[in-house]
């Protein structure tokens, strides 16, 4: 059994839980996984993490060079996130003839083809299991025990900061903003939360699993994404009334002339599985045309959960090396799918606005919609004030450029006080 060395470089919160998996069980990928790993040397530029995790002074550096280009590593992993110097370290690790192991959505999401390439180029690995549902095997899965299916569809709640504060929203009331506080005071959010809560964290993962289930790149600039910024405690209990859960949901499905990629929040039934995730929970929903319906379900993000996706792919690494298999799985982007616009959407829709209390005013309303081709499922009118009512729709399944020209419409109507919520409605 050869000795299989690896560079880790970035001791932040994943690349601790590295460290601690790899000194806990060493042992154990010897016996069970038939593979001596060892952490050779590691890598940040804060000097003072060595200590702090117990690593020897010999193995440490603050210079990721000397371990991306060095001799005497034959893994990197990177764990600086972004698409920086992290993208430099991947290239030139790549470049360098080692196998990488990296967590990093950002740039699998911005980047993947040029990393793929990279990779391809050197005959070496890239593995990224981390990057998507953190200790939650789904990259895995469908490079591997889904591929003898047709992948239908992939819907993900993948970020846990913003499942988290829709838990609390739905179960004990908070407002949006109090939610925010509280996950920023637990550690779950971030100071700036601009990529949890506006979806943009969920839209690079969703890009990497559409890629991996359609065989299609899908880049980050291609997937629509709107976060959970305007979603109210009245949104939730009319979707609560109505049997729905509202979720931010990353979706990718297979239609008709392409793939439509996308994320926002979503009224889904309460019956649905998805909708029990609860919490900083993560999970993956996969449809495949032989398989049937799957769920893969954990802890999306945290220093071991992530780490535990890390490991996994170091030790799936050092086997391909064992058995001169390196390189062997590579891009498996093989078809050009189309990434169908936003506006080509058809779906249901939840309408919520503030109109005047006068007659008319619902058939006025439904008239904008009427002239629109959009057909209403379902009306409910409450007072709202002295002299204004309440007005929530269900649409049956609509185009999304029709909805959002009646909307542009309701703007312009003296009626119409506000158009207060508009959220799409999956019926999975
Ligand atoms: N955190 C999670 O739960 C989680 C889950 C799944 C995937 N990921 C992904 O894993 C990656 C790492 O995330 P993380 O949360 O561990 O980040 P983190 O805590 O910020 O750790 C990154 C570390 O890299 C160091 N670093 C930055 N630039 C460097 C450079 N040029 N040379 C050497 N070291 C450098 C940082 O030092 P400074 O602190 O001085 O900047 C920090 O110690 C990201 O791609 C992230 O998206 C994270």
């Not at 600086?80 to 740039?107: D, F, M, P, Q, Y």
């Not at 009118?381 to 309701?410: P, W």
């Amino acid at each position: 059994m050869g000795t299989v060395r690896v560079g880790l470089i970035g001791l932040g919160t994943v690349g601790s839980g590295v460290v601690e998996i790899f000194s806990r069980h060493r042992e154990q990928f010897r016996t069970r996984a038939g593979v001596d790993v060892e952490l050779t040397r590691v890598c940040d530029r804060d000097e003072a993490r060595f200590a702090a995790l117990g690593l020897p002074a010999e193995a440490c550096t603050a210079d990721w060079r000397a371990i991306a280009e060095a001799d005497d590593i034959d893994v990197v992993i990177e764990l600086i996130g972004g698409t920086g110097i992290a993208r430099e370290v991947v290239l030139a690790a790549l470049a360098a003839g080692k196998s990488v192991v990296t967590a990093n959505k950002a740039l699998l999401a911005s980047n993947g083809e040029e990393v793929m390439e990279a990779a391809a180029a050197s005959g070496v690995d890239i593995m990224f299991e981390a990057s998507v549902g953190g200790g939650i095997p789904i990259i895995g899965p469908l490079k591997h025990s889904l591929t003898g299916n047709e992948i239908a569809s992939v819907y993900g709640i993948v970020n846990g900061t913003t499942n988290y504060m829709l838990t609390r929203m739905a179960d004990d009331g908070l407002d949006y903003a109090t939610a925010l506080a509280e996950a920023q005071a637990k550690g779950f959010a971030e100071a700036d939360p601009t990529a949890d809560v506006d979806g943009l964290d969920a839209a690079a993962k969703i890009a990497i699993l559409a890629s991996i289930a359609f065989n299609s790149r899908v880049i980050f600039p291609q997937v629509p994404a709107e976060g959970i910024r305007d979603i109210t405690p009245a949104d939730i209990e009319y979707a609560a009334e109505m049997g729905y859960s509202i979720k931010l949901l990353a979706i990718a499905r297979r239609v008709s002339g392409g793939i439509d990629v996308r994320v926002h929040p979503t009224m889904i039934p309460t019956s649905h599985p998805l909708a029990s995730v609860n919490g900083v929970y993560n999970a993956i929903y996969v449809v495949g045309d032989a398989v049937g319906e799957t769920m893969f379900f954990g802890e999306g993000a945290g220093s071991l959960p992530a780490a535990s996706a890390v490991a996994g792919d170091v030790i799936e690494v050092a086997r391909h090396i064992g058995s001169g298999s390196l390189g062997a799985t590579g891009c498996t982007c093989t078809e050009h799918l189309r990434v169908r616009e936003i506006g080509e959407l058809e779906t249901s829709y939840y309408i919520r606005m503030l109109v005047a209390d006068r007659p008319g005013v619902l058939a006025t309303t439904a008239k904008v919609f009427g002239d629109h081709g959009v057909s209403l499922a379902s009306v409910i009118q409450k007072a709202a004030s002295s002299d204004a009512a309440e007005l929530v729709y269900v649409t049956h399944r609509a185009c999304e450029a029709e909805v959002r020209a009646a909307l542009a419409e309701f703007d312009a109507l003296e009626v119409v006080r506000e158009v207060a919520a508009v959220i799409r409605v999956q019926e999975l």
